[in-house]
């Protein structure tokens, strides 16, 4: 797993005896947690047991840092007093993470690896060794004869901000994950092999992330989100309640509609901005790694994704099959069995959902 665990990396218990944990997704905006167990019925393999959003204020989190431990962990003590679960897996977002990915000779040693990759950190990212957590996954190079390291690195003093206001709330973090690496867990089908963008279309701003064979290999985070379509919706129809808009986004959209194409002309120019940033990250891909890991498909999640037409806008201007994700594909069929999270709501859980699968899939 792609992950920066602090506890039970080299000891991990045995599966009947792992306590129950949740997935926690923090952003500027709420906590979104989710909880799975093993389903009861043959007619699914795991069920829902705890969900749930907790509104946080202003100025808490920013840009991925934690600004204030007190009030975080007050809001983070609410999860486990509403859950009774003391163990969790949170996410890191991308704005604090350095990705980058390096040649290991295929008879390297494993018990070598971890200590070249030490001395290798400072080549890529700007941060030391002595500053940063880090971990790794390896996968065969696409040339033969050596392993391709995909390496996550994020500087301590973030990743310990989150892990004291754990503490402070009653919490044992078991790991911490980037969030695009816990997407991609959920909204991937276990064992695809290919070369996917995902899109992370939030409140505040749009994540970006690639992923090969499971395993994420780039990220960046345009800072354009749903609130910035909802500001450029009231500039054009006028003050209006933010149900009432995102009620407009869902079912409107970018849809030009007979007799109203008021909604469109807010949204389009905002969601163009977004559309060109994708461009550039794809053409950039593309254009390094289009022999051997070509981007095949855009997937789309977070809760912004609802909006009406962008699968269909994304697919004609970026010339790519686009998709909205299926958040619940690796937990359970939804068809068979109905989640009490609607379908809208679901993908602003994409993270939450990809961190609470970690301990029953057996992708990155």
Known sequence: MYSLSLINRWLPPPRILRPAYLGVDISESS?????????????????????????????VVERGEVKDIKALARSLADVKKRTGVGHVRLSLPEERVYLFETEIGGDTDSSAIRELLEFRLEENVPLSPRDAYF???????????????????????????????CRAAGLMPLSFEVESQAIARA?????????????????????IGIVHQGALSYTSTIDIGGNELSASMKRQLGEREESELTRI????????????????????????VIKDEILTHLQYWNNKHAAARPITEVVLCGGTANLRGLPEYFR??????????????????????TPPIDRHHSFGYATAIGLALASFTKTP
Request: a negative charge; glycine letters at 12%; aromatic letters at 8%.
């Open 31 to 59: 906590i979104k947690y989710v909880g799975f167990g093993r389903a009861r019925s043959g007619l699914s393999r795991l069920q829902l047991e705890q969900w749930g959003e907790i509104e946080i204020g202003p100025d």
């Open 135 to 165: 971990d790794y996954r390896l996968r065969p190079s696409e040339g033969g004869g050596s392993l391709t390291a995909s390496v996550a690195a994020c500087p301590k003093i973030v990743a310990d901000a989150y892990y004291e206001t």
């Open 187 to 207: 909204v991937l089908p276990a064992g695809d092999s290919g070369t996917k963008l995902l899109v992370d279309f939030g409140k505040t701003r749009t994540g």
């Open 249 to 272: 986004k869902n079912d409107q959209g970018l849809v030009r509609t007979t007799g109203s194409t008021s909604a469109s002309e807010a949204l389009l120019p905002v969601v163009s």
């Open 316 to 337: 004609e201007t970026l010339g790519i099959a686009t998709s909205v994700a299926d958040v619940w594909q690796n937990a359970f069929d939804a068809k068979i069995f």
